[in-house]
């Protein structure tokens, strides 16, 4: 009986690895076409100054609206892109698409902000990475200093000198970087010396408890602290409440992003906020 019971259990589990299997495999088929047919698209979050309180710039954050399947969020859809060739098409895509949006902003006659845009590690690998964002500046009539380029820590899986040449090369053209997710992964505060940074997102783990716990405090001070001794202006990512405004706004953070303010959202919202502001 419990000799029965264990291959079916087995059999179970190894079916169920099978359907996982295939369901990765039909995800990645229509993931293929997703772009063609037009069903990925991106939602933008406001970053508020905490000096100001104005928006000064939006992240990109991609979206798959499949027809069946319903709303895809970008943490299944990067990595399936990943381990395909998608990433390059999908991620151009994404760099495409938000340059242009942020230039029609502009052509609207709305006070230019910065536009934030993901770029994955493989995407990072490309060696046209850089003339693929110049190609897309020339092509929308983006002035590059209203992109900004987002890495992760997972970038620094490659080698350090690879990085520091690519994101010069960015630099050069006049494109910012901005370090993501920051303290989450593999931090080498030597690396973060050695990086041509403009920005450090500190990621919403930190912020998370900065309303209240002590030792989140501590932590969230001396990564915006960090950060600004090394010349760059500090976000925090993923804020959701008031006692964490205040805390961060003590802290001397330069900008907020998250739902306390605004949730990601379309084009048109994003296009009234900036009316409003003037
Ligand atoms: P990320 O770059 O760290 O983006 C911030 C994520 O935090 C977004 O999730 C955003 O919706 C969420 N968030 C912002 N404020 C709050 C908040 O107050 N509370 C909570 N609970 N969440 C908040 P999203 O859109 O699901 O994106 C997840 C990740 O997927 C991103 O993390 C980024 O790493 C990746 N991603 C998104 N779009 C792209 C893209 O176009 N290319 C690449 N390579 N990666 C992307
Ligand atoms: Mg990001
Ligand atoms: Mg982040
Ligand atoms: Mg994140």
Redesign the pocket.
Known sequence: KAKEKGRNQYLFCSTDMKGEVNRQNQLTNYLYRALEKGELF??Y?PQVCLNTGKVTGV?????WQHPELGLI???VI?PLAEKTSL?NP??EW?LETACRQNKAWQDMGMEPILMA????AS?FKNPNLISQVEGILQRTGLKPKYLEV?I?ESTAILELNEIICKLKGLKEIGVSIAI??FGTEYSSLGRLKMLPLDRL?M??QFVDGAGHNHKDQAIAKAIIQLGKSLGLSVVA????DENQVSFLKTSHCDLI????YY??LDAAAIEEILKQQG
């Open positions: 991106i939602n979050q992240e990109s954050l991609l979206r969020s970008p943490a990067i990433i999908i991620g994404v845009v993901n770029i994955s995407q987002e992760t993501d997710d997102k990621d919403k990512e993923g804020v959701e992003q998250g739902y306390y949730k990601p």
